[in-house]
C-alpha cells in the first residue's frame, strides 16, 4: 500500500464511519429516562391526538355531507322526517341529539325511571307540575317519536351524521377501555374543544356531565393551572357550572329554563329551586368566590371555541 | 513513514471501526427495546418501578427492623401494655390513639396482604393533572420524594404502634396482631387517670361522645319502628326479594347481548326489567310499613337524646382543639379514620327521619353564611373545619395525621401535601385564590359561633 492509497482508502472510510455515525444518531431517538417517558406521553398514531387549533378548525366545520337514506329502517327514516325543518343543525345525528338533549326531561326514557311529574307533585305546587306538563306536551307534539325513545342515546347512533362534528360524537367514548388512559383523555379532549366550538347547548350540557367526571382518566383541560387549585372535585363542579352557564347563550337558553336538564337536577336536589331558572339558582347557590372561578373557566373556554 | 507501519496503522484503526459499530449496534438494539415497550404503553412505568421497588422494599424492610427489633416474636397478653409504654400520660396515650385511628388504612393493608407487601400501594394514585403521565389500573405510580418520605415514616410509626400494642398468636408464628390496637388504646386511655386540665377536658368530652353515641343509636332504632308482624314473614319476603333483584340481574346481561342485535327484544327485556324494579320496590314499601312506631318509647328515648346532645355541643365552645375535635367528629358520625373527610355530615336521605334531631356544627356554620345548598360546598365547609382546628392548635404539621392522609390517602393523593403543614397546603395548592374568600368565610363563622 502506497501512501496515496492509504490516504484515499483512510478518507473513505473516515467519510463511511461518519455516516454511519450519523444514521446511528438519526434513528435512535430515546437516550434519556426522561425522552423515553415523552416518548410514552405520545398518543399513538392516529389514536385523539390534542389537536392544533387549525385540526379543530377543520373537524367541527361541519362540511355537510348528503346523505343517502333509501337503506335506512323504515323507523331511523321516520325518527329524520320528524326532525324536518331542522332547528339546530344541518346535520340529523346532531339535531337529533340536540332535540332529545334539550328535552331529556320529557323523554320517556327519563320519565320512566325518574317519575318526573309525580316528583314534581310530591315536592312543589301544582302550577308548577301543570306548567311542566304543558312544556313537554309542546315539546312531544313536535317531536312525538324522538321524544319516545327507549334507549336514546343507542337509538340515535341510528341515525346517519353527515358532519365531522357528528361523527365524533358518534363514536362517543370508543376509546375508554381504562388500560388506555392516554387515549381515552386525548379523545375526551378532542370531543370538548368540538363541543366548545360547536355553541351547541344540548352538546355542551352532556360534555357538562361527561367529560369532567372521569376522575380515573385525569383532567382533560389544564383546568387545574387556570385556577390554581388541585382539588378536581371542585375543578369539576366549576367546569360543571362553565359549561352550563355557557350553554344558556346558545339555542334561546332552553337548557337553562326551568324544565332544562340540568336546572331540574337542581330542583331534584333542593325543592326550593324548582321552578327558577338556572342563572336565579346560580346566583343562589354558588358563593362568591366559586363564581370568580366559574367566570376564569368560562373565558378560557371561550378562547378554546375561536 | 514506511508501508508496514501504514498497514498496521490502516487495519489497527479498521479494528477500532468494527468495535465502535457493533457498540453503536448494541446500544442501538438496546434503546429499540426500550423504546418498543414505552409505544406498547405498558412497561416504561413498571420498569421505573422496578428500580423504584428494590430500593424502597428494602429500605422499608430495613427501617422496620430497626424501629422494631422485636418484631414478630413480641407477645402481650391481652390488654397488658409492654413496660416501656406503662408510664405514657394521659395526653400521650391520646396522640398514640390519634396515630393508631389515622394508620387505620395500614393496618387494613396489612392485615389483607402482609407484611411483606409492597407498602407503596397503601398509597392512593395522585391527582391527574393535564399532561402528566396516566397509568392503567393496577399499575404502581412512582411515588414523589415526598411522598416516599412520608410513606417511610408512617409505615415507621404505625407498625412501632402495632408491636407496642399489638397481641401476637405465639403458636402459628403470626405477624399480624389478633387485636384491633385502636380498640386496646381506647381501653387504656379510660383506664387511665389524667394529670393535666387539657387531659381531664378532653376525656371528659370522650365520656359525653360515647354517652352521646349510645343516646344516638338508641333513637334511630326506635325511628326504625317495631316490626308488627313475624320474623317468618319478613324473612320470606327478604328471600323474594333477593330472588327478584338475582332475576334483574339475569336481564340486565341478556339485554346487554341484545341490545344492538335485536331490538324488540331488548326493549322487552328492559320492561320486564322495570316491572321487577317496581315489584322490589313494592315489597321494600310493605317491609317498611308495616313497622309501627312507639311514640311513647320515641318521646323518651328523645328527652335523653337531647340532654347528651346538648352537653356536647357545649364542647364546642372549647378552645382545647382535641375537645373541639371530638365533638365535632362524634356530631358528624364520622369514619375518623378518614381524617380529610371531618368537617361534613353526610346526612344520607335515607336517614331522613334521623337527621330532623341533629344539627351538626357544618350546618350551623352554613346557615350562618346565608347560603343555599350545603352539598355544593361540602368540601369548603371540610376545609374550614379543618383549618378552625389548626388554629386552635390540632397538629397540622408536615408529619401530623391529617397532612399524611392528603399525602397519601384520599380519593387521589396529593403530592403537594407532602412536608408541607396543612395551612400551606391549602393556601398554595389545594384551594384556587378565589375559592380561598369562600373557604376563609366559612372558618370565620367557625370563629364566630364557637370561638371565643
Not at chain 2, 393493608?109 to 407498602?119: E, K, M, P, V
Request: net charge negative; hydrophobic share 35%.
Amino acid at each position: 500500500m502506497n501512501k496515496r492509497r492509504f490516504h484515499s482508502l483512510f478518507l473513505l472510510l473516515l467519510a463511511f464511519v461518519l455516516l454511519v455515525l450519523l444514521a446511528i444518531y438519526l434513528i435512535t431517538e430515546p437516550r434519556t429516562s426522561d425522552s423515553l417517558k415523552a416518548l410514552y406521553d405520545q398518543p399513538e398514531e392516529g389514536q385523539g391526538m390534542v389537536m392544533p387549533d387549525s385540526d379543530v378548525d377543520k373537524m367541527t366545520s361541519a362540511e355537510i355531507e348528503v346523505m343517502d337514506d333509501s337503506l335506512l329502517p323504515e323507523e331511523t327514516k321516520a325518527w329524520i322526517d320528524e326532525l324536518q325543518p331542522h332547528q339546530y343543525h344541518p346535520d340529523p345525528f346532531i339535531e337529533a341529539k340536540t332535540v332529545t338533549g334539550l328535552y331529556v326531561m320529557c323523554t320517556d326514557e327519563v320519565n320512566n325511571i325518574l317519575s318526573i311529574e309525580k316528583q314534581l307533585a310530591e315536592r312543589t305546587q301544582v302550577s308548577l307540575v301543570n306548567d311542566y306538563i304543558k312544556y313537554c306536551t309542546e315539546a312531544k307534539r313536535r317531536y312525538p317519536k324522538l321524544l319516545s325513545l327507549f334507549d336514546t342515546q343507542n337509538q340515535l347512533r341510528e341515525i346517519p351524521s353527515t358532519s365531522d362534528l357528528g361523527q365524533l360524537i358518534k363514536q362517543g367514548y370508543t376509546n375508554d377501555d381504562p388500560n388506555y388512559p392516554q387515549i381515552y383523555r386525548m379523545s375526551a379532549t378532542k370531543k370538548i374543544h368540538a363541543v366548545i366550538k360547536s355553541q351547541n347547548a344540548a352538546l355542551l350540557v352532556e360534555q357538562s356531565w361527561v367529560a369532567f367526571q372521569q376522575f380515573q382518566y385525569g383532567e382533560i383541560l389544564p383546568v387545574s393551572t387556570w385556577l390554581n387549585s388541585q382539588d378536581m372535585g371542585y375543578n369539576n363542579k366549576v367546569s360543571w357550572y362553565a359549561l352550563i352557564k355557557m350553554s344558556c347563550r346558545y339555542q334561546q337558553g332552553v337548557s337553562c329554563e326551568p324544565f332544562g336538564a340540568s336546572t331540574l337536577i337542581m330542583c331534584a336536589d333542593d325543592t326550593s329551586d324548582c321552578g327558577l331558572d338556572f342563572e336565579t339558582i346560580y346566583q343562589r347557590e354558588v358563593m362568591p368566590g366559586m363564581q370568580k372561578d366559574v367566570g376564569i373557566l368560562i373565558s378560557h373556554f371561550d378562547q378554546l371555541g375561536r | 513513514m514506511n508501508q508496514k507501519l501504514l498497514s498496521y496503522m490502516f487495519y489497527g484503526f479498521l479494528l477500532v471501526v468494527v468495535i465502535l459499530a457493533v457498540f453503536l449496534l448494541n446500544y442501538q438494539i438496546q434503546q429499540n427495546k426500550h423504546r418498543t415497550e414505552a409505544k406498547s404503553g405498558a412497561n416504561l412505568v413498571s420498569h421505573v418501578g422496578d428500580d423504584f421497588r428494590d430500593v424502597d422494599s428494602h429500605a422499608v424492610k430495613q427501617n422496620i427492623i430497626n424501629v422494631a427489633p422485636r418484631e414478630m416474636d413480641f407477645v402481650v397478653a391481652d390488654g397488658e401494655a409492654p413496660t416501656t409504654v406503662l408510664t405514657l400520660s394521659y395526653l400521650e396515650i391520646y396522640q398514640q390513639l390519634q396515630t393508631a385511628k389515622a394508620c387505620h388504612p395500614f393496618y387494613d393493608f396489612w392485615r389483607r396482604n402482609g407484611l411483606a407487601a409492597d407498602s407503596r400501594k397503601i398509597v392512593r394514585p395522585p391527582v391527574k393533572l393535564y399532561g402528566t403521565a396516566v397509568y392503567p389500573p393496577g399499575e404502581q405510580v412512582p411515588l414523589s420524594a415526598g411522598q416516599t418520605a412520608a410513606l417511610t415514616d408512617w409505615v415507621k410509626r404505625c407498625y412501632g404502634l402495632w408491636l407496642d400494642y399489638g397481641v401476637f398468636n405465639q403458636s402459628d408464628n403470626q405477624s399480624i396482631p389478633i387485636n384491633d390496637i385502636s380498640e386496646t388504646l381506647t381501653k387504656k386511655l379510660l383506664a387511665t387517670v389524667p394529670q393535666s386540665k387539657k387531659g381531664r377536658a378532653i376525656k371528659q368530652t370522650r365520656q359525653l361522645a360515647a354517652q352521646w353515641q349510645r343516646s344516638f343509636a338508641q333513637l334511630e332504632t326506635t325511628l326504625e319502628g317495631e316490626d308488627s308482624i313475624n320474623q317468618a314473614e319478613i324473612d320470606a319476603v327478604h328471600d323474594e326479594v333477593e330472588k327478584l333483584k338475582q332475576l334483574r340481574e339475569d336481564l340486565r346481561l341478556q339485554w346487554m347481548d341484545v341490545r344492538y342485535s335485536d331490538e324488540s327484544l331488548a326493549k322487552s327485556l328492559l320492561q320486564q326489567r322495570n316491572d321487577l324494579r317496581q315489584q322490589i320496590h313494592q315489597y321494600e314499601v310493605e317491609l317498611e310499613s308495616q313497622k309501627v312506631l312507639n311514640q311513647d318509647a320515641l318521646n323518651q328515648v328523645l328527652a335523653g337524646y337531647q340532654i347528651q346532645d346538648q352537653k356536647l355541643n357545649q364542647a364546642l365552645y372549647s378552645d382545647v382543639a382535641e375537645v373541639f375535635y371530638e365533638a365535632l367528629t362524634t356530631l358528624e358520625n364520622q369514619q375518623v379514620y378518614w381524617l380529610s373527610l371531618i368537617g361534613f355530615a353526610n346526612h344520607s336521605i335515607t336517614t331522613q327521619a334521623l337527621n330532623q334531631y341533629r344539627i351538626t356544627p357544618d350546618q350551623l356554620v352554613y346557615e350562618a353564611s346565608g347560603w343555599q345548598n350545603r352539598w355544593l360546598h361540602s368540601s369548603d365547609l371540610r376545609y374550614a373545619a379543618q383549618w378552625y382546628l389548626c388554629d386552635l392548635g390540632m397538629d397540622c404539621g408536615p408529619q401530623s395525621p391529617i397532612v399524611m392522609h392528603y399525602c397519601l390517602l384520599g380519593f387521589s393523593s396529593s403530592p403537594r401535601a407532602c412536608g408541607q403543614n396543612l395551612q400551606s397546603f391549602f393556601y398554595n395548592d389545594l384551594i384556587s385564590p378565589n375559592r380561598l374568600q369562600d373557604v376563609l368565610q366559612f372558618k370565620n363563622h367557625y370563629q364566630e359561633l364557637f370561638g371565643e
